[in-house]
């Protein structure tokens, strides 16, 4: 029997770790989990991690470790029989580390993007949050600007993407990015991609998943949660 493939996508917010994601769970059949879309989804189901992650992220800081494991661990155990990506978990070695003791992965894909492009697209990234679809004015417009292709719904910016939360965000993520990298490396399973543009980086990461994923089980394969 074929094994279950496991990968984390990490990078600064902005890097495209949702975007890549979506194309890689479309294209491998991976089921894509948005670490951030839990969030959202436990900020409006206002439940206690939730409430506690709100205050957080209205600053533009990281949810602490222990709320963002316990929120993020039982989801995992939902998805033991399927192939999966992980998207924006882990962000610290702390987190990291919890990972490591729930399950072993296979590749850890690190988006090295420069800071001038992570505030561009930032500043304009529009989200339907119902289903985590997000758009960007320039470079994946919705069809009517505003709305979602799919549902008609509006739009919205994301409250940590006004620039006041932005720079903290990024000044933030350097700090605690660099011990995870540093632990995927040393497990020898860390690829860094780098460039200024999803479409340059995305045949690469497409080619590295080929050699990785050849045999994962049929019935394994499902479709993005999106
Ligand atoms: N201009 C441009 N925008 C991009 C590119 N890749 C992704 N985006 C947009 O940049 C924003 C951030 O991407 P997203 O996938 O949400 O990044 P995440 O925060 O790492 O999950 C979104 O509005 C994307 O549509 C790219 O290559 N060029
Ligand atoms: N492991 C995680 C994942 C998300 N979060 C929080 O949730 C927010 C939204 O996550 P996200 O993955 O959609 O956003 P980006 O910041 O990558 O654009 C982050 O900016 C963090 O404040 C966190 O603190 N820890």
Not at 91 to 109: F, H, K, P
Not at 198 to 218: A, C, F, M, V, Y
Request: include cysteine; aromatic fraction near 8%.
């Amino acid at each position: 029997m074929s094994k279950l493939f496991r990968a984390v996508i990490m990078g600064p917010p902005g890097s495209g770790k949702g975007t890549i994601s979506e194309r890689i769970a479309h294209s491998f059949g991976l089921k894509h989990l948005s670490s951030g879309d839990f969030v959202r989804e436990n900020i409006a189901a206002k439940t206690e991690a939730g409430v506690q992650a709100k205050t957080y992220i209205k600053k533009g800081l990281l949810v602490p470790d222990l709320v963002m494991t316990r929120l993020l661990l039982p989801r995992l155990e939902e998805m033991t029989k399927y192939s999966w990506l992980l998207d924006g978990f882990p962000r610290t070695l702390a987190q990291a580390e919890a990972l490591n003791s729930a399950c072993d992965l296979d590749v850890a894909i690190n988006l090295n993007i420069p800071l001038e492009t992570l505030k561009e697209r930032l500043r304009h990234r529009w989200i339907h949050p119902p289903s985590g679809r997000v758009y960007n004015m320039c470079f994946n417009p919705p069809r009517v600007q505003g709305i979602d292709d799919i549902t008609g719904e509006p739009l919205i910016q994301q409250e940590d993407d006004r620039p006041e939360a932005l720079v903290a965000r990024l000044r933030h993520y350097k700090d605690v990015a660099k011990p995870v990298i540093d632990f995927y490396k040393a497990k020898g399973i860390l690829y860094t991609f780098s460039d200024t543009e999803t479409d340059q980086i995305w045949p690469n990461i497409s080619t590295l998943l080929s050699t990785k994923i050849p045999t994962i089980q049929s019935d394994a394969r499902c479709a993005s949660t999106h």
